[in-house]
């Protein structure tokens, strides 16, 4: 079982950065997969970015790819979104999630355990 807890959201203007992190409880998180996810009103979910157990594999939706970084500390159970260069469209709840480690999968159906998300709002 793995409990995620994300934080870091908040309001920035156009072209700001923040730091989404994403803390996990459980001894085997480093053997999990993580998704990062976004939903905004009246949206559907979508991808944002995801890594592999090891780190070692990220992929980026192309709406964010060379604006947004992820990356893990498995020693802090903790997974992180960086995000910079952002636009309006971002605006979106942002949740991250995990599922034991396999092939990389931007559906978030397949993900198993999911935190309860963190707001983001980028002002224009």
């Known amino acids: 079982q793995v409990q995620l807890v994300e934080s870091g959201g908040g309001l920035v203007q156009n072209g700001g950065s923040l730091r989404l992190s994403c803390a996990a409880s459980?001894?085997?998180?480093?053997?999990?997969?993580v998704g990062w996810f976004r939903q905004a009103p009246g949206k559907e979910r979508e991808f944002v970015a995801f890594?592999?157990?090891?780190?070692?594999?990220?992929y980026y939706a192309d709406s964010v790819k060379g604006r947004f970084t992820i990356s893990r500390d498995n020693a802090k159970n903790t997974v992180y979104l960086q995000m910079n260069s952002l636009k309006p469209e971002d605006t979106a709840g942002y949740y991250c999630?995990?599922?034991?480690?396999?092939?990389?999968?931007?559906?978030?159906?397949?993900?198993?355990?999911w935190g309860q998300g963190t707001q983001v709002t980028v002002s224009s």
């Open positions: 459980g001894r085997t998180f480093s053997t999990y997969d």
């Open positions: 890594i592999n157990w090891r780190g070692s594999t990220t």
């Open positions: 999630a995990a599922r034991v480690g396999g092939a990389f999968t931007s559906n978030h159906l397949e993900y198993n355990y």
